[in-house]
């Protein structure tokens, strides 16, 4: 089974703090993801990389960066943690099924952040 | 553009009810569309699938029938189960986009 791993589950930061989040997948998948989460707005997408050092902007980019050093780790960077950033981070990586073409995505278990 | 619509939650039902889901989807080109579930606490898994027009995704007793003349992609269980209390999220993709585009979610509670 393709595996994400989401380094941390829980976080609590204070305000102006820098913080990383951490995501590694196991299965070569091109394609990586940050999407936040929250109630009543669903899924919304930070940032993706669709290569090593390669990264788009999402719906909402404003107040965060990512890195890509290798195919398998992507990186979530908060760089002054403010407390509109509590949220749940969702970390997710895709590859394409068959002659389909068809992309689907596999997500971490999540890293709740609460920024106080 | 890319969207999808499903039902508004939060959806109560009591065990072995028939369960319903609907969503609807706009988009161009030829979308693949999936169904996750988020169980409290985790990470969204894929729950089905379905890559082209008339393709019935199934798992775990869940079913859904990609109908491109009605742009939807309802999710259907004969039977619910206490253990399928969840988030259920409708989403598609396009193909060779690199974007997703997910629903805002529909809460199930199942009760005894």
């Known amino acids: 089974d393709v595996k994400v791993t989401q380094s941390s589950r829980y976080l609590v930061k204070r305000t102006g703090e820098k913080v990383f989040l951490e995501c590694v997948q196991d299965?070569?998948?091109?394609?990586m993801f940050w999407y936040r989460q929250d109630p009543g707005l669903g899924l919304r997408l930070i940032y993706f990389s669709y290569d090593v050092k390669m990264k788009e902007k999402g719906d909402i980019p404003e107040g965060y960066s990512v890195s890509r050093e290798k195919k398998e780790r992507f990186s979530l960077i908060l760089e002054s943690a403010s407390t509109n950033q509590t949220s749940m981070y969702l970390c997710a990586s895709s590859f394409i099924l068959g002659q389909t073409g068809a992309n689907v995505l596999t997500f971490g278990a999540g890293s709740r952040l609460t920024v106080l | 553009g890319n969207s999808v619509t499903q039902m508004e939650g939060p959806v109560t039902l009591s065990e072995e009810a028939f369960l319903t889901i609907n969503c609807t989807y706009t988009a161009t080109g030829y979308p693949s569309l999936f169904w996750y579930v988020q169980y409290p606490g985790e990470g969204l898994q894929l729950l089905l699938k379905?890559?082209?027009?008339?393709d019935k995704g199934s798992n775990k007793g869940f079913e859904a029938t990609y109908r491109k003349e009605t742009t939807s992609f309802h999710l259907e269980k004969g039977s619910v189960q206490v253990s399928d209390s969840a988030v259920y999220f409708c989403a598609l993709s396009v193909y060779t986009g690199n974007q997703f585009y997910f629903g805002t979610g529909t809460s199930l509670t199942v009760i005894p």
């Open positions: 299965m070569d998948h091109e394609n």
């Open positions: 379905a890559t082209k027009a008339d």
